[in-house]
C-alpha cells in the first residue's frame, strides 16, 4: 500500500505541474493582449498628434520646434511598434509552444499511469488468484482429513460392511489426492506471484517512477524556460528601445530657439520700406500757408488733412491695402515697364507721399481689372500674380508657381518624348499598337506644354515686378539683387517647337529689360559683383548646370547644360548663385538654371 500510496501522491504532483504550466500559458496569453492593447493605444496617440498635411506643404514644419515634436511622435510609433515585437515573441514562443507541450505532457503523463495502473491491476489479479489456489487447498485439506477419519471409524465399526468401509477409504484416499494437487497448485501460484510482485516492486514500477519524474523535470525545465521568455522578449527590444529614447533625446536637443526666429522673419518678412520722418505741419498762420512740397495737403484742403484720408496718407508704409505698388508688366511686357522705370520716385526723394498715392493707385486702377482675382474666406482679394501679398512673400510665392510649373513641364515634355517613341515603334511594328491612336495624348501634351509656357512667361514677367519693389524698398544699390534674366520655360527646344519658341523667344526679349535704379537707366546692372570676388572661399557644395547659360553681363559667368560647378554662395533670395568654373573663373549664375547640392 506504500507503493500505492506513492503512486497517487505522484499523480496529484504531475497533475499540479500541468495546471501550473497552463496557468502560465493563460497568464503570458493576457500579458500579450495587455502590449498589443498598449501598442495600439500609443499609435493611435501618434496618429492623432501627427500633422494632417504632408512636410513638405506644412510651413510650421520649418520650425525646429515643430521638427522635434515630429520627431517624437515617430520616436514613440517606433516604441510602439517594439510593443508590438514584445507580444508577438510571446505568444510565439510561449503562448503558442508552451500550450502545445503541455498538450504533450498530458498524453504521456496518460500513457505512464496507465503502464502504471495497468501493472498494478496484473498484480492483484495474481494476488487474488494466490488467495484462491489457498483457500481451494485449505478446503481440500480439511475434506480429506475428514474423509480420512471417517474411512477410520467404519474400519473399527463391527456393524459396518466391508462394502461400506472399502467406499469409505476410497473416497479418503480421492480427497487425500484432490488436497495434494491443491498444494502443488497453491505452491506454484504462490512462485508466479512472488515472481510477479518482485518484478513489480523492484523493476517495474520504479522504471514508471522514473519515467514519471523525467517528464515533471522536463516540464519544469520547459517551464523554467519559459518564464526566461517572459524576461528575453523585454532585452530583446532592449537596444531598439534604447535608441528610440536616444531619438526622443536628440530631438529635445534639436530645437534651436535662434534659428526659429530666423525662420519666422524670413517667412514672414514683408519687404516694405520704412517710413520717413514726418514733415512738421505749421498750423499757426492759417491764412498765410501757402502749398509747399513739405506739406502733405492744400491751403484749403484742411478737411482732408484732418479727416480719415489724413490718417491714411500719412501712415501708408503701416497697411497692405493702402501701400502703393508700381504698375505691373504686362504677361509679355510692354508700356507698363516703361512706366515702373520712369515712375514716380520712392518717397525718400522728398516727393509728396500724398501725391505719389494719388498717382500709383491711378496707375493701380486698370492693372486690378486686367488681372483675375478672387476674394478669400475673410473677404480680402486676392489676386493671382500675389499682389495682396507684401513684396517680400508676393516674390517668393511667385518663384514658387515658377518653379512647379517648371516642373510639370520638364513632366509635360518628357510624356511627349515618350509618346514619340511609341509612336516610331507602333509606326515600325504595326501589330504592337495603331500609332495614330497616340494623336489625341501627344496633341494634349503640346497644349499642355504651350499653356505652361505661358504661364511661365506671365509669372516671371510679375517676378520682375516684384523684385524691382523689393529693390525699390530696400534703397540700396543694387549689387547682387538685381533682377536675374527669366529663366528658360522648359528645356532646349527641338525641331518640332522651334516655332512656337521662337515667339515666346520674342516675349521673353521684351520683358527682360534693365531693371530700375535710383540714378538711372544707364547704370550698369551688376555694378557691385566684383566686390564679392576679393576674397576667395572654399565651395560649400557643388551644382550641375541644367540649361546653357551666356553670361555677358558684368560679374556673371557662362556656363554649359550639363557642367559641373562649384557652389561658392548661395542664393541670397535675389535669384542668382556664385558659382566656380573648373576651369577657373567665378561669377553669378541664375539659381533656376541650377541643380544644387550642399555638403
Not at 508688366?329 to 507698363?336: D, M, N, T, V
Not at 486686367?370 to 501679398?389: I, K, M, N, P, Y
Not at 518653379?403 to 514619340?420: F, G, H
Request: hydrophobic share 30%; with cysteine.
Amino acid at each position: 500500500s506504500d507503493w500505492g500510496d506513492q503512486f497517487e501522491v505522484l499523480e496529484r504532483h504531475t497533475q499540479w505541474g500541468l495546471d501550473l504550466l497552463d496557468r502560465y500559458v493563460k497568464f503570458v496569453k493576457e500579458r500579450a493582449e495587455v502590449e498589443q492593447a498598449y501598442a495600439k493605444q500609443l499609435r493611435s496617440l501618434v496618429k492623432k498628434y501627427l500633422p494632417k498635411r504632408s512636410t513638405k506643404d506644412d510651413p510650421e514644419f520649418k520650425f525646429s520646434q515643430q521638427q522635434s515634436f515630429v520627431q517624437l511622435l515617430l520616436e514613440v510609433n517606433d516604441f510602439a511598434g517594439q510593443r508590438e515585437l514584445v507580444a508577438e515573441n510571446l505568444s510565439v514562443r510561449v503562448c503558442l509552444e508552451l500550450a502545445k507541450y503541455s498538450q504533450e505532457m498530458k498524453q504521456e503523463r496518460k500513457m505512464h499511469f496507465q503502464e502504471g495502473r495497468r501493472a498494478q491491476q496484473q498484480l492483484e489479479t495474481g494476488f487474488k488468484q494466490l488467495e484462491n489456489s489457498k483457500r481451494k487447498f485449505e478446503r481440500d485439506c480439511r475434506e480429506a482429513e475428514k474423509a480420512a477419519q471417517t474411512a477410520e471409524r467404519l474400519d473399527h465399526d463391527i456393524n459396518a460392511t466391508k462394502a461400506d468401509v472399502e467406499k469409505a477409504k476410497q473416497q479418503a484416499h480421492l480427497r487425500s489426492h484432490m488436497a495434494e494437487e491443491s498444494k502443488n497448485e497453491y505452491a506454484a501460484q504462490l512462485q508466479r506471484f512472488n515472481r510477479d510482485q518482485a518484478h513489480f516492486y523492484f523493476s517495474q514500477m520504479p522504471q514508471i517512477f522514473d519515467k514519471l519524474q523525467d517528464m515533471d523535470e522536463r516540464r519544469a525545465t520547459r517551464l523554467g524556460a519559459g518564464y526566461g521568455h517572459l524576461s528575453e522578449a523585454e532585452l530583446q527590444v532592449v537596444p531598439i528601445i534604447g535608441k528610440c529614447l536616444e531619438g526622443m533625446k536628440a530631438a529635445a536637443d534639436s530645437v534651436d530657439v535662434k534659428n526659429d526666429s530666423l525662420v519666422l522673419i524670413e517667412l514672414h518678412k514683408s519687404g516694405f520700406a520704412r517710413p520717413g520722418d514726418l514733415e512738421f505741419e505749421d498750423f499757426s498762420q492759417p491764412m498765410n500757408r501757402v502749398p509747399s512740397d513739405s506739406s502733405l495737403g492744400t491751403p484749403d484742403g484742411r478737411s482732408e488733412l484732418r479727416g480719415p484720408g489724413r490718417s491714411r496718407a500719412k501712415r501708408w508704409p503701416f497697411g497692405k491695402k493702402n501701400k502703393p505698388r508700381p504698375p505691373p508688366l504686362s504677361p509679355l511686357g510692354g508700356p507698363q515697364l516703361s512706366v515702373l522705370f520712369n515712375g514716380p520716385p520712392s518717397p525718400r526723394l522728398g516727393r509728396d507721399p500724398l501725391a505719389i498715392l494719388s498717382e500709383i493707385s491711378k496707375s493701380v486702377k486698370p492693372r486690378l481689372a486686367s488681372f483675375r482675382s478672387f476674394r478669400g474666406s475673410r473677404g480680402a482679394v486676392v489676386s493671382e500674380d500675389f499682389s495682396h501679398l507684401p513684396p517680400e512673400q508676393q516674390r517668393k510665392r511667385l518663384q514658387q508657381q515658377i518653379e512647379e510649373r517648371n516642373r510639370e513641364l520638364q513632366k509635360e515634355v518628357d510624356q511627349r518624348e515618350a509618346l514619340k517613341k511609341m509612336k516610331d515603334v507602333y509606326e515600325k511594328t504595326p501589330q504592337m499598337g495603331d500609332p495614330t491612336s497616340l494623336e489625341p495624348r501627344i496633341t494634349e501634351t503640346l497644349n499642355n506644354i504651350e499653356r505652361l509656357k505661358l504661364e511661365v512667361q506671365k509669372y516671371e514677367a510679375w517676378l520682375a515686378e516684384a523684385e524691382s519693389r523689393v529693390l525699390s524698398n530696400r534703397g540700396d544699390s543694387l549689387s547682387r539683387h538685381v533682377r536675374p534674366p527669366d529663366p528658360p520655360t522648359t528645356a532646349p527646344p527641338d525641331s518640332s517647337s522651334s516655332s512656337n519658341n521662337s515667339g515666346s523667344q520674342d516675349n521673353k526679349e521684351s520683358s527682360s529689360e534693365e531693371p530700375p535704379s535710383e540714378e538711372g537707366q544707364d547704370t550698369p546692372i551688376y555694378t557691385e559683383f566684383d566686390e564679392d570676388f576679393e576674397e576667395p572661399a572654399s565651395p560649400i557644395g557643388h551644382c550641375v548646370a541644367i540649361y546653357h547659360f551666356e553670361g555677358s553681363s558684368e560679374g556673371t559667368i557662362s556656363m554649359s547644360e550639363g557642367e559641373d560647378l562649384s557652389l561658392m554662395e548661395e542664393d541670397k533670395g535675389d535669384g542668382w548663385t556664385r558659382v566656380r568654373r573648373k576651369q577657373g573663373g567665378e561669377g553669378y549664375v541664375p539659381t533656376s538654371y541650377l541643380r544644387v547640392t550642399l555638403n
